[in-house]
């Protein structure tokens, strides 16, 4: 082919070389400088966090040649290629994904109309095939040069999230600025990831809150990925880098199944259900003193496979774990009240995690293990003026609205509502089953005995000796296991080193629960 051809856009020769060069130039639509700065940060590009993410040589790319229509400003001097998102489709471990991945090298990663249209049009196309979504986000909010344009597009994404919720897993990595109105689209997605020092999310900036209220924040302390990791439970996890963010997107992939009319990936594999000496130190997990922690990832990794579980929001309401594991291969989700944080005491942000944690659970076909050891809900004038009354209700919603399997297990207190809460027979629990340590009552011995016997105790001549002997009837009378066992509460007390046995024959005869609930346009959850 000679070169002359090749310049000739009227040849097919040139229509060649001409399509080529576009390719080049939307591949590398960002400034060589502000790639470089990108790179300076620690923060990799648009592209090469798509390559990371999925599998090499997968990736097909969408409306690589859309470019913005905008003429204010002066912007129409400048109309890169892709117009400052990357999209398109994949595979990861040979799974079906759609992703898109904000270009902060152009625009700064700003949305405009375009750049909207594009993510839109990924997103249907995700619904359509009934693939999980991956957004990567890196921008800087709405591009003020497009005005309600691009107001518009933000709100076409978050009409799509909703729409796609519990349809299709939808994932948020933030890796960059993510602020104003581009936060919602994240925190309506099914999980948020975000990187320590490079991630930002808020509404409004530190500079807009200095002005109208005199508060001086930087914006590590305002929205950094540890302040919504640990204190306002935007995100789920808190990654060390970038490819350490993508990762454990890659992890959360492998426990969710496509869509919602699809099962989880799974590694069949028959588990040797004789109790092994592994399984034996769950019999001395439980301290004697009722008032002793423990560490509740214990029993939990003793019935995983491998002892593997990736936990969600491990920062935020430590007194609450939640996580995915595996049993005979096939996914489960964690829920389990941990004493080693507030006696493992349900609070307003314990009872939101672990309720968004099984809504999530059951929109996706994968059944629930809870561990129980749980004091009651968490006393405070705080608590009780923050609404731990709706918003402890949303738990009792996610488990009564599930129709996942649902196995219980609980390991020693499970006192009062918080009993009911926490996964119950009487919420719809499949099997429940309880260790000899469990003390399954209303309240605690002191506290019962305080109330019931307070005449009594103010009547003795030996106020304490008396009050001892009081507790003592109390625990031998109702703080066991088998009064609840009597009236078919837990379906059996068992060695604490059968658990997994337990739960491994479970869940075979409740691979093919079939469940409904009564018809309805959508219930009203306490939000």
């Not at 310049?7 to 400034?31: C, F, Y």
Request: net charge negative; proline share 5%.
């Amino acid at each position: 082919m000679s070169e002359p051809d090749e310049n000739n856009v009227h040849t097919t020769a040139g229509k060649l070389a001409d399509l080529q060069h576009r390719i080049e130039e939307a591949t590398h639509a960002g400034s060589a400088r502000a790639v470089e700065k990108q790179h300076a940060k620690g923060k990799l590009t648009a592209r090469e966090r798509v390559e990371l993410l999925l599998d090499e040589g997968s990736f097909t790319e969408l409306d690589e040649f859309a470019r913005h229509r905008s003429t204010n400003f002066g912007i129409e001097k400048n109309r890169p290629y892709g117009d400052g998102v990357v999209t398109g489709y994949g595979t990861v471990d040979g799974r079906p994904v759609c992703v898109y991945s904000q270009d902060f090298t152009i625009f700064g990663g700003s949305l405009g109309e375009v750049y909207g249209e594009k993510i839109v049009k990924v997103m249907d196309f995700a619904m359509k095939t009934g693939c999980p979504v991956i957004g990567i986000n890196d921008g800087g909010g709405a591009r003020i040069q497009e005005g309600v344009a691009a107001l518009g597009l933000f709100a076409e994404i978050f009409r799509r999230n909703v729409h796609a919720s519990g349809v299709i897993p939808q994932i948020s990595l933030i890796v960059g600025p993510c602020a104003g109105g581009a936060v919602y689209s994240p925190a309506i997605t099914d999980f948020t990831v975000m990187v320590d020092q490079t991630s930002h999310m808020f509404i409004t900036g530190p500079d807009v809150i200095k002005t109208v209220t005199g508060e001086d924040v930087g914006f590590e302390e305002l929205g950094g990925a540890r302040t919504h990791n640990t204190t306002s439970g935007v995100a789920h996890h808190m990654a060390g880098d970038e490819k350490d963010a993508i990762e454990y997107v890659k992890s959360l992939l492998s426990y969710l199944p496509s869509n919602n009319l699809s099962e989880a990936p799974a590694f069949p594999e028959e588990a040797d259900l004789e109790t092994s000496d592994t399984d034996r130190e769950l019999d001395t997990l439980i301290p004697d003193s009722a008032n002793q922690p423990y560490d509740m990832h214990t029993a939990i990794e003793h019935v995983l496979d491998d002892g593997e579980f990736l936990e969600t929001q491990g920062l935020f309401a430590p007194n609450i774990v939640t996580g995915f594991g595996r049993v005979e291969g096939h996914p489960v989700g964690i829920v389990a009240n941990q004493p080693m944080q507030f006696a493992g005491c349900l609070d307003i942000n314990a009872s939101e995690k672990a309720a968004r944690f099984v809504r999530t659970c059951d929109a996706f076909n994968v059944p629930v293990i809870t561990f129980v050891d749980v004091p009651g809900f968490l006393p405070g004038v705080d608590q009780e003026y923050g609404g731990i009354i709706r918003r402890g209700a949303k738990l009792i919603y996610a488990y009564a609205e599930a129709t996942v399997p649902l196995i219980t297990v609980i390991t020693r207190k499970a006192f009062g509502g918080a009993y009911d809460v926490m996964g119950s027979k009487h919420l719809g629990a499949d099997l429940n089953v309880a260790w000899p340590t469990a003390q399954i009552a209303v309240m605690g011995a002191q506290g019962a005995v305080n109330i019931l016997h307070r005449r009594t105790i103010a009547a003795a001549d030996d106020a304490e000796a008396t009050r001892a002997q009081l507790i003592s009837e109390y625990e031998d009378a109702l703080l066991n296991p088998y009064v609840a066992a009597e009236r078919g509460y837990v379906d059996a007390v068992i060695m604490p080193s059968e658990t997994r046995r337990h739960i491994v024959r479970g869940l075979r005869q409740l691979r093919t629960k079939r469940e409904s609930l009564p018809p309805k346009k959508h219930g009203n959850i306490p939000l």
